[in-house]
Every structure is written in structure tokens, then in C-alpha cells.
């Protein structure tokens, strides 16, 4: 996948899909991966130490993706230590599980900043260190963001931002040689869905309607990350790769 000698940067990188992807990327020999984390210590430790062990140089970074002024420390540890920067993936997410109609100014700013300006700035910044020299961008995203989830308005319209995002940064970073795309993961198996209202019935529903016939894991979602940054992946820009197991095929049928 030609990934020797390239720097990567991970928000939410510690647990559930970006570990995995962590993981995933350190199969590929990289120079360095960064994990970025929000206040688990302990998992973002044992990730470092899991990418380690397979012979990639890690380092992690604590950052709250929803503070500018933190974000922008993040790039800077980035800039300070490497100087530069070839695959910048954008996946940490908050939510609140919440009715639209119950959404207050302060829930939906605060989804907007954890997600949508997250991944605008991130961008930014990233693009910033990638230079002219290119690289990769991929955010993550869900089938929220264009079909109607109970309780998931506030995040599936952060969510269709950031797929929006994505295709006026691929078309204005192009020149600069760097592709930016954006992963749909459906509904993945981890510690932040269990808190899903109804999580259990969720789970039979989601089950009964996938071809696949089985929940995505977080390494289902890091194979296809994996496939964005890799050289094989450069004829795709600004695009959504929906990765559901098939789910939202027949979605629209299904009540």
C-alpha cells in the first residue's frame, strides 16, 4: 500500500473504529501514526503500545476536537516534531441521543463543533502541513446523515456536512495533490452505539435487514479507511463510500 515513510494522524484514535483503524494502518509500515484522544488515558496507552509492538514509531496527543485552540496544539505537536503531515483521518464524533424537536441551541452547537468544525478545521489544518506535496484526508460519517435514524438528527446533520465538506475540499485541494473522501460505516458495533436508546432492539432490527447478516465491526470500517489511503484508491475523490453490510440498499422499503 506504499505507506512506508507517511505520517498519520488519528482523532478519536483510541477506541472503537479509530482504533481499529489505527491498527489497521500500522500493517502498512508507516513512519509514525499520532493518536489523538479525548480523556481515556488508559486506551489511548494501550493502542500506542499495541502499534508499537508491531515495529511503528507511535506517539498519542490528549485534545478536545470540539476546541479550536486545541486542535490547532494538536497540528502544531504535528508540525513541531515531523514537520509534516500524509494522511490526516477525522474521526473522532459526539453525540446526544435526542428527538430533533428536542434539540436546543446548545445541544446542536455543540454536535456541530465536536463534528462538522472538527473536520473543517482539521481539513484546514492538515492541508496546511500536507502542503503541495499531497496526501489524504477521509472523514467518517453515517447512514444518519441521509436517512432518518430515531433520536440521531443533531449528528446525521453534522454528519451530511461533513460529506458535503468533503466534495468542495476535493475538488479545491486537488492541484495540491491531496484526496479527501469520507467513509459511511452504517451502524458499527461499539461502545459508543451501545448507548443507543433501545440499543438491543436496534441490534435485532439492523441484523434482520442486512444481507451481510451480521453487525459491522470497527475493522470492517478500517479495511475500507485502509483502501482510501492506499495509491489504489486515487482515482476516487470527494466521494461517501457507504460500507453497511447492504443495509441501506432496501432501506427505503422497510418501515
Known amino acids: 500500500m506504499a505507506l512506508t515513510d507517511q505520517i498519520v494522524l488519528i482523532t478519536g484514535g483510541s477506541r472503537g473504529i479509530g482504533r481499529a483503524i489505527a491498527l489497521r494502518l500500522a500493517r502498512e509500515k508507516p513512519a509514525h501514526i499520532v493518536v489523538g484522544y479525548c480523556m481515556d488515558y488508559t486506551s489511548a496507552r494501550q493502542t500506542v ?21 486545541l486542535l490547532r496544539e494538536l497540528f502544531d505537536h504535528v508540525r513541531e516534531r515531523f ?27 455543540k454536535v456541530m463543533d465536536m463534528n462538522a468544525r472538527a473536520f473543517l ?60 473522501n469520507v467513509v459511511s460505516a452504517g451502524f458499527v458495533d461499539t461502545e459508543s452505539m451501545r448507548l443507543a436508546p433501545d440499543y438491543e432492539a436496534l ?24 483502501f482510501l489511503c492506499s495509491p489504489e484508491s486515487d482515482w476516487i ?9 447492504g443495509y441501506s440498499l432496501a432501506l427505503s422499503h422497510r418501515g
Open 203 to 226: 441490534v435485532r432490527h439492523v441484523v434482520a435487514g442486512t444481507p451481510a447478516g451480521r453487525l459491522a465491526t470497527p475493522e470492517d470500517v478500517a479495511g475500507v479507511v485502509a
Open 121 to 180: 478545521l482539521g481539513s484546514q489544518m492538515a492541508a496546511e502541513l500536507m502542503g503541495q506535496g499531497g496526501g489524504r484526508i477521509i472523514g467518517l460519517s453515517s447512514l444518519g446523515s441521509r436517512f432518518c435514524v430515531p433520536d440521531y438528527a443533531g449528528l446525521g446533520a453534522a454528519k451530511a456536512v461533513i460529506e458535503t465538506l468533503a466534495r468542495y475540499l476535493a475538488v479545491e485541494l486537488a492541484p495540491r495533490h491531496i484526496n479527501v
Open 237 to 245: 475523490r470527494g466521494q461517501t463510500l457507504v460500507a453497511d453490510g
Open 49 to 69: 503500545a499495541d502499534i508499537e509492538a508491531m515495529d511503528v514509531p507511535a506517539s498519542m496527543k490528549a485534545l478536545d476536537v470540539g476546541r479550536e485552540e
Open 83 to 109: 514537520d509534516r503531515l500524509d494522511i490526516f483521518i477525522s474521526n473522532a464524533a459526539r453525540t446526544t441521543f435526542r428527538p430533533v424537536m428536542e434539540l436546543n441551541s446548545r445541544n446542536w452547537q
